[in-house]
């Protein structure tokens, strides 16, 4: 049993009977009244997000997970395939278990939350970053960069993702898997 003092991101606990990750939290002291914990959490089954407040102290029954490293190999439906880097074998997970199922190159290295008990794979940890290459982006217009300007452009996964007017196709791109955004242009 763990306490509220011990939330932290990617903690996975089990509420109202189900096993929830905790995605974000805050903790929050009001100058009046005891303080509590803001959570957002989602269930690493059915992949909805639930926002909750724990008061200060509160006890939750956090899981115990290890972490694996697995290649993504290819999608199949709504299933995605993976091969564990150490000994091959071969997983199949539900998108809901995946953040930016969209932003998933074939080959990329994640890491893949089990739980101790059962052995059972709960989430997918994407890498804070992936550069992918810009498939299709409509010509930017020049004198149109007063602000800044964004346009849609479509990745080599089939993601959409909004990028600066600069960015042409052929380029690559670094994308923040965690909000989908735009970081940077990438040279070779």
Do not use: W
């Amino acid at each position: 049993m763990a306490s509220t003092s011990d939330i932290r991101k990617g903690l996975c606990i089990r509420y109202n009977n189900d096993i929830y990750k905790i995605i974000e939290f805050l903790h929050v002291k009001p100058g009046k009244g005891p303080a509590f914990v803001r959570t957002k959490l989602r269930s690493v089954t059915n992949g909805k997000v639930l926002d909750n407040t724990f008061s200060a102290g509160h006890k939750i029954d956090d899981v115990r997970v290890e972490t694996r490293s697995y290649q993504y190999l290819y999608p199949e439906g709504e299933t995605y395939h993976f091969m564990n880097t150490d000994d091959y074998n071969q997983i199949t997970l539900q998108e809901s278990s995946l953040d930016a199922p969209g932003l998933l190159k074939e080959g990329e290295i994640v890491t893949i939350l089990f739980n101790t008990e059962d052995s059972m794979p709960l989430s997918v940890d994407m890498p804070a970053s992936v550069v992918l290459s810009v498939t299709y982006a409509e010509p930017g217009v020049k004198g149109n960069t007063a602000t800044n300007a964004t346009k849609p452009a479509t990745v080599e996964t089939g993601a959409e993702v909004n990028v600066p007017l600069f960015i042409n196709e052929g380029d690559k791109i670094k994308i923040d898997t965690a909000t989908g955004s735009y970081m940077e242009r990438v040279k070779e």
